[in-house]
């Protein structure tokens, strides 16, 4: 496994089995730290040719609502339109309206780009999904 990416929002593992693997951290709380986060989530698409992404909430921060246009708008067009993310195992926070946050940015995955998406209480049970899914 390559050594880990270290960012202020998160970090960033390739995993071998095929898929990437974010863990965020409470500084996601910034805006611009946390589409720090996402734009390296598809660089990193991009250059492995990966296509799913396990992202571990547990100590997510609540986005803005400029944050979450940017995602839905902008990240979301990048990775579904380009067809560079077709999985996402999410291990959810723990609080209500971070929740809503993923459902609704899976949601949207999966009406816009056909994403398909999954939560899951442990990333080993995110992982395993990840690989046996198409």
């Known amino acids: 496994m390559e050594k880990p990416i270290l ?11 095929g898929y990437i693997h974010l ?3 409470p500084e996601s709380l910034d805006s611009d730290a946390a589409q720090a986060v996402f734009t390296e989530v598809l660089r990193l698409l991009q250059r492995t040719g ?6 571990d909430q547990r100590q997510r921060a609540t986005a ?11 990240w979301l ?4 339109g380009g067809g560079h993310l077709t999985h996402v195992a999410v291990v959810p926070a723990r609080a209500l309206d971070l929740r809503l946050q993923a459902v609704d940015v ?5 009406y816009r780009y056909g994403i398909m998406s999954q ?12 690989l046996t899914s198409g």
């Open 23 to 25: 863990i965020w951290a």
């Open 64 to 74: 803005s609502e400029a944050y979450m246009g940017w995602l839905l708008a902008i």
């Open 50 to 55: 990966y296509s799913k992404l396990l992202t």
């Open 77 to 80: 067009t990048q990775v579904g």
């Open 7 to 17: 960012l202020p929002a998160g970090e960033l593992q390739i995993c071998p089995e």
């Open 119 to 130: 939560f899951f209480d442990t990333p080993e049970a995110a992982s395993q999904w990840l």
């Open 106 to 110: 899976c949601r949207q995955g999966q």
